[in-house]
């Protein structure tokens, strides 16, 4: 007998972490695997961030925090969002948690009731559709292409909204396309979200620094959004941060106070010493990261012109994040060195098998012409790995 309840029966596997398992394991055996697999910066958490955390350890933050997150943070937070993003948010409308997915999960059991629709420009975020269905609403695909820049357009949201839909959630940079929504996209949009009451939008925008575009735009600026919007981020992505497991929202106070509730039944407060640290990060002048983020758009460029030289790849120039996303549809159905390639996830096993290069499929995030490739990595390994694909795929 199967002990498991069926929601979790039901739950599908991160492939994005399981990608990265297998990598792992394929190293373990000796293999010289290069993992373009994981979102994870390769880089160290700068030394002033970890220096506070220090700090925070020798001042005894060792005592549990507030289930929202500390004030002085929440604040630290709000200095940000009107900074960054001209957004007035106050204490009572952020919530502290831990990693931005547990902040995706709170918005998603205070706000979905069985049946709920949920929107999802494709691709998106590998996890959003699972903590959707765990919620018991239905996501609702709607897909793009590379020709897009895998962007949704008004007339495709237009026809995408029924009387059951309750939200849309996407990323800006999106991971996994890079692609960066501009204000005049994202206003276009709001004017078809806010022809419909009690439409609520998730902005997920824990790449907002890595960005190459040379703007960004929250949607809760455009007016008539504020209210509308439940803004997600946090310091994994930005400062190197992935293990500190610290992610924020900014919300309307309601949602808020819900997420908090939710929190206080499941995790309570964040991680102490952690939060400290986030204080000092999300205060600090986004100006720190300018050689992080060159390093990346130099390492974008390199991908893209090595992708570009591979027959049979379409790729974009994306705008964000550390991700490119390749379609590579023109392979199935053909026959590589005796192994017939059917879809992405053909594919991306027989890079790992063939070219010792993980990656993840594009059916992961919505899109299954397409796979992902991570390029937080050195330029060394990302032109190596890129050779080997080449050859592989002659």
Avoid at 158 to 172: F, L
Avoid at 180 to 196: D, F, G, K, N, P
Avoid at 307 to 319: F, H, L, R, S
């Amino acid at each position: 007998m199967n002990p498991l309840s069926d929601r979790i029966n039901s739950l599908s596997t991160s492939q994005t972490l399981a990608m990265a398992a297998l990598a792992r394991e394929l190293k373990a055996q000796g293999k010289d695997i290069i993992s373009l697999s994981l979102g994870e910066p390769d880089f160290n958490t700068p030394d002033f961030i970890k220096e506070a955390a220090k700090k925070a350890i020798d001042d005894n933050y060792s005592t549990y925090s507030p289930v929202d997150g500390y004030l002085d943070l929440k604040e630290a937070i709000c200095r940000k969002f009107k900074r960054d993003n001209n957004l007035d948010y106050t204490p009572a409308n952020i919530v502290v948690s831990t990693g931005a997915k547990q902040s995706l999960y709170n918005i998603a059991q205070v706000m979905i009731n069985p049946g709920d629709e949920v929107i999802l420009p494709a691709p998106y975020w590998v996890s959003y559709y699972e903590i959707i269905k765990i919620a018991g609403g239905i996501p609702v695909e709607v897909p793009t292409t590379v020709e897009s820049d895998f962007k949704i357009t008004p007339e495709q949201l237009a026809q995408a909204i029924t009387p059951k839909t309750k939200m849309i959630w996407y990323s800006s940079p999106c991971n996994p396309s890079g692609s960066v929504y501009s204000r005049e996209e994202l206003t276009a949009l709001s004017e078809i979200i806010l022809q419909h009451d009690n439409l609520y939008v998730v902005s997920d925008e824990i790449y907002e620094h890595i960005n190459f575009s040379g703007t960004f735009c929250s949607i809760a600026s455009i007016p008539g959004m504020f209210d509308r919007t439940i803004t997600v981020n946090g310091v994994a992505k930005a400062f190197a941060m992935t293990g500190w497991r610290i992610g924020y929202i900014g919300a309307p106070e309601v949602i808020a106070k819900a997420c908090t509730k939710m929190q206080g039944q499941v995790t309570s407060g964040a991680n102490s010493i952690a939060q400290r640290a986030t204080l000092t990060a999300v205060d600090a002048d986004p100006s720190v990261l300018n050689d992080m983020v060159a390093a990346f758009q130099r390492r974008r460029d390199l991908v893209v012109g090595l992708i570009q030289d591979i027959p049979g790849m379409k790729i974009n120039v994306p705008e964000g994040a550390f991700y490119v996303f390749p379609d590579v549809s023109s392979f199935f159905g053909k026959t590589l060195r005796g192994k017939l390639i059917q879809n992405a996830d053909d594919f991306s096993m027989y890079l790992l098998a063939e070219a010792n290069v993980a990656t993840v499929t594009g059916d992961a995030f919505g899109n299954p012409n397409c796979i992902r490739f991570s390029y937080a990595t050195s330029e060394d390994l990302l032109t190596e790995a890129l050779r080997r694909i080449k050859e592989a795929v002659a």
